[in-house]
């Protein structure tokens, strides 16, 4: 590094508060705000301008980096400025290296969610002035009636004498401004959007744009990235209006036109930034357009395997595809025949489901009866809060770590460690139970004596962070699964299902949300629990990011020993695109799906709606297998690079979903999951049993959820940070403890099954609904004891 880097490293150091200071360096980029995205802007500037030599990254151990970047993460400046010179500048050096493109990310991330502001707040306001409007009108239609017979029963007359006595002139100008403020909706929202825009948000578009390399692999885009450049060059000339010439071909889209271009045929040059700005946005969103030196929004041709080609064996065995086009849709068209044709024939004989010839919902299928808790079941919870009453649930995450030793899996990111093990090990439970429970550090170590706040947030520093949280969560989950007595519990299965539960977050950061059904501001934590309430992966997620990316993610990623065939989801975690994937990967899905009466059922060609009489009212178009034929390569390789990781679920998801133009790789995976739904939903109808045990699943995940509340106390169960890395820890403490409980209470269950005269009270129904994720006898808040003559001291002054 020369000589004016190191300086610079060095100040950030010795100012850490500043704006391009150590401290401001590690922080997230923050809400969508100005202030926010001129202050990343400015620390990605500070990144660039070091000229760090970012070309070694890719020679380098990407683990080794994250290890070092994970050290300076939970350093002080204090800390880091103890280091020699070298060890210093080597190690911030190699934080901000890798910080570049999260930094880049979180940048890219408020410029879409401030574009996205500005255009909801801008309809907002617009509905509501036409909302106004209309109750200005009230009785608007009986008014236009009464009007037509006046003028007909009086054609002659004079509109004074006429139409006036019916409606005077302020109604009839409401009438007006409202049918002028209906057509024009587009044209005002974009200049309430402009604006807001100038008047506020337009000082983000210049440090935005010297920091942003915005690329495209599509020359349909390259109007938007030419104009970026044009813009540049306005701001540098101060210009207002330039002529309509100017602007590349393509780059303002007709209902913009009204907005941009001016009654002189110029162009005004601040409704086009911000036309061009939202279509970037868009672009963005869908990897269209792409940003150098990113990550997650990175070249597109980057997501997937740069060897595919020459290594297409290796990917099709992974998978357990054929690599022949034909074999795989000859497959998909026999099961389509055979599940069509099953149903057909049962279908008359089924009393449970029946097919409507008319109308919107034509499927309907009896509900299942909810049956009462059984006898033995309440018997057995109470022998157990007899045998271990009001169990503390800091003993539980005690009782698993002595059992599984889980916390092997955390290790310090200082350079060496100085604490014995055993101070080191009651430290870390501590953190555990306090992440956990939500009660808090600073409450946790109120509450134990020798310990202090300081000493539990060294801990939490430098032992915690979400990879080594995930991997504690997989050890548990094994040590459950390995515990259990087959005799009890039944055999694991390869079954899994998946929900998501809201949970209250500070809203200063980029990953709460508002959630539009359920309100208030929160993020979401999706949950995969296999049964017998085993939770083998979890996830922090935003509350509009996609549940059938959350779903794929979480079984390719689990990381446990359990092996899941069967995926259980609600209509939230499923889409035809999703079956397709599922497909492809090897595992299927099975939905319980809400809007099961409109649900319709493809053919596999046309000639066979005659052999399907008794489903005719249920039958929808034919599945184009020619388009899967000529896409299943591209298909394999989406489906690859899921499976290897080289891109997440989310990006390959929103990719496809935010495109104008259907992609045809994406037309050929709705067209395969068209199929592979069909022949779910035959089973599903045709089967009582098959969909009792996807109800069965689904309520093993929503008993996990209601244990939540239970054991997420503190705080009123809201997440109080903004740092999305310790939202992220939270929901994996919180994991890691309800997991404990079910681990222990798996022991003591089986405890007292071990009593024969025990075991032979449970019936088949009790069998059947036995579960380990029980809290009747367990006390989540500790004990507490109280001194009559100890007494508060209110005469004492500070030293």
């Known amino acids: 590094m020369s000589e004016a880097t190191v300086e610079r490293l060095e100040i950030s150091l010795s100012e850490p508060g500043a704006r391009t200071g150590f401290v401001r360096l590690k922080d997230d980029v923050g809400a969508a705000t100005l202030d926010n995205v001129l202050a990343a802007a400015d620390r990605l500037a500070f990144i660039q301008g070091l000229n760090l030599p970012f070309d070694l990254e890719a020679s380098i151990d990407p683990s080794w980096i994250k290890k070092l970047s994970r050290r300076v993460q939970g350093e002080t400046a204090a800390e880091m400025r103890r280091h020699s010179p070298k060890r210093r500048m080597g190690l911030f050096a190699i934080f901000l290296m890798s910080r570049r493109a999260q930094v880049t990310d979180g940048l890219a991330d408020l410029l879409i969610e401030v574009v996205h502001r500005i255009a909801t707040r801008s309809r907002r306001k617009v509905i509501g002035k036409i909302a106004a409007d209309i109750e200005k009108v009230h009785g608007k239609e009986r008014m236009l009636v009464d009007i037509a017979v006046a003028a007909m029963l009086t054609p002659n007359g004079r509109v004074a004498d006429v139409i006036y006595p019916i409606a005077g002139v302020t109604k009839l100008k409401a009438v007006i401004d409202e049918y002028r403020t209906k057509g024009a909706l587009d044209n005002r929202r974009q200049i309430i959007m402009r604006g807001s825009y100038a008047s506020h948000y337009r000082r983000m578009l210049p440090p935005l744009l010297s920091v942003l390399e915005f690329r495209s692999n599509n020359a349909t885009w390259r109007p938007i990235l030419d104009a970026l450049h044009l813009i540049v060059q306005f701001g540098e000339d101060g210009r207002r209006f330039a002529p309509v010439s100017m602007a590349p071909e393509g780059s303002i889209p007709r209902k913009w036109r009204g907005t941009v271009i001016n009654a002189n045929g110029r162009l005004n040059v601040i409704s086009y930034e911000l036309c061009i700005l939202t279509q970037l946005r868009d672009r963005i969103r869908a990897k269209e357009i792409w940003i150098e030196d990113a990550d997650r929004y990175r070249n ?64 309907r299928i ?69 992440l956990g429970t ?46 259990r007595n087959p005799a009890i519990w039944g055999t694991a299965g390869t079954a899994c299902a998946a929900d998501s539960t809201k949970f209250g977050a500070w809203g200063k950061n980029l990953m709460t949300e508002w959630h539009a059904r359920y309100g208030g501001r929160c993020v979401m934590i999706y949950w995969h629990v296999a049964r017998q309430a085993t939770c083998i992966y979890s996830q922090l997620k935003r509350c509009s990011s996609s549940e059938v990316a959350s779903m794929i993610e979480g079984v390719l990623r689990h990381c446990t020993d359990m092996e899941i065939q069967r995926q259980y989801v609600d209509s939230h975690g499923q889409s035809a695109v999703g079956f397709a994937f599922c497909h492809l990967l090897g595992f299927e899905l099975a939905p319980c799906l809400k809007a099961i009466a409109r649900q319709k059922l493809a053919l596999p060609g046309v000639g066979m709606r005659a052999q399907l009489p008794n489903l005719l009212s249920v039958l929808s178009g034919v599945i184009n297998l020619a388009e899967i034929e000529r896409q299943y390569d591209e298909m394999v390789k989406y489906a690859a690079a899921m499976q290897h990781g080289t891109a997440d679920p989310e990006s390959i998801l929103r990719s496809f979903g935010r495109a104008d133009v259907m992609h045809p790789t994406y037309k050929a995976l709705a067209e395969l999951g068209r199929a592979i739904k069909t022949i779910f939903l035959c089973r599903y109808l045709q089967s009582e049993d098959y969909r009792r045990e996807i109800h069965e699943g689904l309520n093993v995940v929503e008993n996990w959820n209601s244990a939540n509340g239970f054991v997420f106390f503190g705080k009123g169960g809201e997440i109080a940070t903004n740092r999305i890395a310790d939202q992220e820890i939270s929901a994996h403490a919180l994991h890691l403890l309800q997991a404990s409980l079910v681990y222990v209470n798996t022991r003591m269950v089986q405890t007292v099954l071990a009593d024969e005269d025990w075991a032979a009270r449970l019936s088949e129904r009790d069998a059947r609904g036995l579960t380990p994720l029980i809290y009747g006898h367990i006390n989540p808040y500790g004990k507490f004891d109280i001194d009559l003559g100890n007494r508060i001291d209110f005469t004492s002054r500070a030293a």
């Open 366 to 434: 009896t509900p299942f009866v909810p049956a009462p808790e059984a006898k033995g079941l309440v018997s057995l919870k109470s022998e157990i809060s007899r045998r271990w009453p009001m169990t503390g649930l800091l003993d539980t995450l005690k009782e698993t770590v002595l059992d599984t030793g889980f916390l092997d899996a955390f290790e310090t990111s200082a350079s060496r460690e100085a604490l014995p093990k055993g101070v080191r090990d009651q430290r870390l439970l501590l953190c555990r139970y306090g």
């Open 438 to 483: 939500n009660a808090g550090l600073k409450r946790i170590a109120a509450g134990v004596p020798g310990i202090s706040y300081d000493e539990l947030l060294h801990i939490r520093r430098r032992y915690i962070d979400p990879s080594s949280m995930r991997a504690a969560c997989a050890n548990v989950a094994d040590a459950t699964l390995a515990v």
């Open 300 to 363: 597109p041709d980057d997501d997937l395997p740069k060897d595919f080609t020459t290594n297409r064996d290796f990917y099709y065995q992974r998978l357990n595809l054929t690599q022949s086009a034909q074999s795989f849709t000859r497959s998909v068209r026999c099961q389509l025949e055979d599940s069509l044709q099953a149903l057909n024939a049962s279908i008359s004989n089924n009393d449970q489901v029946q097919l409507k010839w008319s109308g919107e919902n034509r499927i």
